[in-house]
Structure formats: C-alpha cells, structure tokens
C-alpha cells in the first residue's frame, strides 16, 4: 500500500494515479490533503485557484488516512486527545463544494456548515492548515529540543556527526522505558512511532553537521519549516502497516532509509517486528512508484 506525497499528487501522470485509484493500493495521508485544500482557500486568481483546485481534487479521489495523532490516540500510544474530528469534517465537506463549484467565486461564495450549525466561509480554508498543525507543530519544537538533549551530540563532531547502533539502541530503550512509566502498550509504541522518532534523530543530525564545530548542534533556526509536516506523514507508517511512503523529497527518502537499514541490524528490536523490518520497504521515490504502476 502506498502513502503518496504532496509532490507525487502534483507531478505524477494523471493515468498513472487513477491505476493506483483503481488498484485501491494507494492513498493520501491527512496532513497532505490538509495541505492541498488549504492552498486552495489561499488562492489569489483564477489562475492559482485553478492548479490548487485540481490538486486538491486528485487527492480527494483516494481514500485519505485518519489523522495519525487519532489513530495513536486509539491504539493506546499516547494518552493525548487530539481528536480534532471537526476538521477532518470541514476537510471532507470543502473538497465536495470544491468539486460542485464552477470557479473561484462561486466556491468562495459557499460556506462550510457544522453539525453544531456554525457556518464559516470557504475563504477560511487559507488559514486551516496553520490553525490545524500549529499546536502539533509547537510540540514538535519542544520535541526536537528535548531529544538533542538526550543524544547529547559532542559540539567539536559537528559536520561529522553519523548516527550509529548506539544511538538506535537507545532510542529503542527510550521507548520501552517511556511506555512503561506512562503505561503504554510498548510493541504498540515501538510499532507506530519508531520511524517517526528515527526521523527526527536523522533530522537532529542534519541540522548538527550545518553548525560550525564548537556551536550547540542544535539551533532552532536551522529546522526546516517542512519538516514538522514530513515527520507528521511518517507516522502513517507503522512497522506491521505495510505502507509505503512515496516522495520526491530525497532528504525524506535518505533519512527514512537510513535509519531503517541501521534498524534491521538492531539486536535491541523487538523479536516481533524483526521479519517485518528485513523484508518491507518503507519509503520509495516517484520513479520507482511510477515503474511499479507501468
């Protein structure tokens, strides 16, 4: 099963997704179809609105994946509620008067109603994608300082640093460590998060090898704005899902695929999860969707 990216619903020909439509093997993650109908609220002229509109639209024809904080919250992950059933809602309601609208007036002219009978007007859709990831984002931030704290990276390694299977074990026993004292279920944490938290140590040692040597290997400024979204769209893939992220992002593809080679060497992981990681891919490129499409 394939879990596409903003980009492969821009970029890839029209024929090829609607195989994968109709296949039933491929499908858009939450934080991707947030994205593309928020750009379509922001559009500025016909001729914006008219690209934003058919992206948006391509997307809308797959299935689109439950928000993944959802779907954590459901498997006893995390004992967060970040629900937010109503903007998967207003999500769903918008790419249908999205497809019903002649042009950008007629869908600016409609608005988007609530079963508690609050009525906003599609023109709020410029703003949903930064209301919606701005908390999650916030707590991203917090993340990604907390664990630069935690891999204590050595400054003077700066534009050398490589993560290694001391690391890997680490984050490993972090997770059984943490499930314990919060009384999580620990193959369900190491299953839907392991990837993501990998991508944030790969992200981690990214932004320490652009610091000088001597500097704190971590600096907010040098987070990539994306990246926060990137991490979001790794957490659809658990280990025993049998998705598959497609991206023309090589940075995704290099810090996912690296992190999981070093993973299938782990003694530390978890007897359960070993076939699953030897024998599925995790992330592929548009290219190589493409081929397996032909």
């Given amino acids: 099963m394939y879990v596409l990216d903003t980009s492969v619903i821009a ?4 024929d090829c997704l609607l195989k994968s439509i109709g296949c039933g093997n491929a ?3 939450y934080h991707v179809a947030l994205e593309l109908i928020s750009r379509v609220g922001a559009a500025q002229d016909d001729e914006e609105f008219r690209g934003a509109a058919g992206r948006a639209l391509r997307a809308s024809k797959f299935k689109i994946l439950d928000d993944p904080f959802r779907v954590l919250n459901e498997a ?40 508690d009978g609050i009525s906003m007007p599609c023109s709020y859709l410029a703003n949903f994608r930064q209301m919606s990831v701005e908390t999650h984002k916030i707590e991203y931030l917090r993340m990604l300082e907390k664990i630069s704290r935690v ?34 279920d620990k193959e369900n ?17 990214d932004y320490a090898n652009k ?20 991490a979001f769209n790794i ?15 090589k940075k995704i593809i290099r810090r996912v695929s690296s992190f999981v080679m070093l993973l299938r060497e782990n003694i530390h992981v978890p007897l359960v999860f070993k ?13 190589e969707f493409i081929g397996k499409q032909l």
């Fill in 151 to 184: 891999l204590n990276l050595d400054p003077n390694q700066n534009k050398n640093h490589v993560i290694n299977q001391d690391i890997i074990s680490g984050i490993i026993s972090g997770f059984a460590w943490s499930a314990q004292k919060k009384n999580l």
């Fill in 275 to 287: 076939e699953k990681l030897q024998e599925c891919e995790f992330v592929i490129s548009q290219n």
């Fill in 76 to 115: 006893g992950v995390t004992r967060a509620d970040p629900s937010r059933k109503k903007e998967r809602l207003m999500m769903e309601q918008a790419l249908s008067l999205l497809e019903q609208s002649r042009d950008r007036v007629d869908f600016f002219s409609r608005n988007l109603i609530f079963d």
């Fill in 11 to 14: 970029y890839t020909n029209t």
């Fill in 211 to 230: 610091r000088e040597k001597g500097q704190n290997p971590f600096c907010l400024s040098l987070v990539d704005p994306n990246d926060a979204e990137d």
């Fill in 189 to 205: 944490s190491f299953d839907y998060c392991i990837l993501y938290f990998g991508f944030i140590v790969m992200s981690l040692i």
């Fill in 235 to 249: 957490l659809n893939l658990s280990i025993s899902s049998g998705r598959i992220f497609v991206t023309r992002d």
């Fill in 27 to 29: 499908f858009v993650p």
